[in-house]
Nanobody
């Protein structure tokens, strides 16, 4: 059974940093791309970042490029999302999902993915 467990969310002031973790089990971690999505109140879910654990290829949404960094520790089956220079508009529940893919437009999608329970990030202004 695929399990994804997120942690690391919290309340932070604008300009601050948080590191989210996604601990994965139940599948071959090295073979899949794992992604981070977020959903703010009243908004659609947004693909934020992903990493292909086989190739190391990463993806970032334009809204987080230059501020967020995704990484993976294959020995720990854990994916991290380092979030710096946080903005109030980053406030959302963050979810990890696996496996993820990409639409014809290059957006991150997770049509057949398993999901974690989410971790809440609140950025105060």
């Amino acid at each position: 059974e695929v399990q994804l467990v997120e942690s690391g969310g919290g309340l932070v002031q604008a300009g601050g940093s948080l590191r989210l973790s996604c601990a994965a089990s139940g599948f071959s971690f090295d073979d899949y791309a794992i992604g981070w999505f977020r959903q703010a109140p009243g908004k659609e879910r947004e693909g934020v970042s992903s990493i292909n654990n086989s190739s190391g290829t990463t993806y970032y949404a334009d809204s987080v490029k230059g501020r967020f960094t995704i990484s993976s520790d294959n020995a720990k089956n854990t994916v991290y999302l380092q979030m710096n220079s946080l903005k109030p508009e980053d406030t959302a529940v963050y979810f990890c999902a696996a496996p993820v893919g990409y639409s014809n437009y290059g957006d991150l999608i997770a049509d057949f993915a398993s999901w974690g329970q989410g971790t809440r990030v609140i950025v105060s202004s």
